[in-house]
């Protein structure tokens, strides 16, 4: 069973204090005292609870760092193995994940579109424990894929790559970053092939001018923000083939971007699931016809 979150997390906290056992949380940000206090709370009821925070965003995490430490959590910086530790997720009690695309950071949930899935697959949830208890002990592991796991660095970058070039009649592309030549390259050869392809991302200063140009000139239909204050597209979703047969959704802490595929810890999933694809589907519509044509 899953779910798509909105900017209001009180299913996000619910699953902290209704956590019975243990509580495996891998966040690249964290800056949310609810969030925060929760998890001190679950550790006090005797709760094991684990967490990661990535080891280069220090500066962000340094002050939920030592509020979990001095409460009961077992807390401990990302292995610099990887460059950044930039996945989201959390298991309770070793039978429910969070999969996200957002980090918890209290000061961007209104402005920000993210989105979350739980995912109750057994194989899933192993997989993740599996990877976890590696990832806490800053040792090596190739993440077993579960059901429907896309992990960073091992198998992302072929699992979406061969989504889009599987993809039959549509793409529905949330990326905040376009900085990926393979990528750019095989949604510009599924336009030129006479799929539908839409993106919505972020492009503030024109960063991403060049890759937008090489998709658009293929008949990529592309929608931007660009104002790091307002509304921000952080979530990174592909929606394949949605309304037919075919269809397939990833979403995942993984971005475009050659550092995220193959030198980042980044996990996404990959399913099918007609209300979570409605959901996201009605929101990215919305999306597209709130931003700025690229031309």
């Known amino acids: 069973s899953s779910d798509v979150c909105s900017s209001d997390l009180t ?48 500066s962000e995490n340094s002050a939920a760092y030592s509020y979990l430490k001095s409460h009961g959590v077992s807390v401990v910086y990302s292995w610099s193995k990887y460059y950044y530790t930039h996945e989201k997720s959390m298991v309770i009690d070793g039978t429910s994940a969070d999969i996200m695309t957002l980090n918890l950071q209290s000061q961007y949930y209104s402005t920000t579109r993210d989105f979350g899935v739980v995912d109750t697959n057994a194989s899933d949830i192993s997989a993740m424990v599996k990877t976890f208890n590696a990832d806490y002990a800053h040792t090596a592991i190739t993440p077993p894929d579960g059901k429907d796991l896309v992990w960073s660095p091992t198998n992302s970058q072929s699992a979406l790559t061969g989504m889009i070039n599987n993809a039959k009649s549509s793409l529905e592309v949330y990326s905040e970053e376009m900085d990926d030549t393979t990528i750019t390259g095989d949604l510009a050869a599924a336009a030129k092939r006479g799929v539908s392809v839409k993106v919505v991302g972020e492009n503030e200063d024109g960063e991403y001018d060049s890759e937008y ?76 016809n709130g931003g700025t044509k690229f031309s």
Do not use: C, P
């Open 213 to 288: 140009n090489t998709l658009y000139k293929a008949g990529v239909q592309i929608s931007y923000y660009s104002s790091s204050t307002g509304f921000y597209i952080h979530g990174k979703v592909i929606l394949a083939d949605y309304g037919t047969t075919a269809n397939k959704i990833f979403i995942g802490s993984e971005n475009f971007s050659n550092t995220s595929l193959t030198e980042n810890r980044e996990l996404g999933l990959i399913i099918s699931n007609s209300a979570i694809e409605s959901s996201v589907n009605t929101d990215f519509t919305k999306d597209y």
């Open 11 to 58: 299913w996000f906290y619910n699953q902290i204090n209704n956590a019975k056992s243990s509580i495996d949380l891998v966040m690249y940000e964290l800056q949310d005292t609810a969030a925060e206090k929760d998890l001190g709370n679950a550790a006090s009821r005797g709760v094991d609870v684990r967490v990661i925070l990535d080891q280069r965003e220090k």
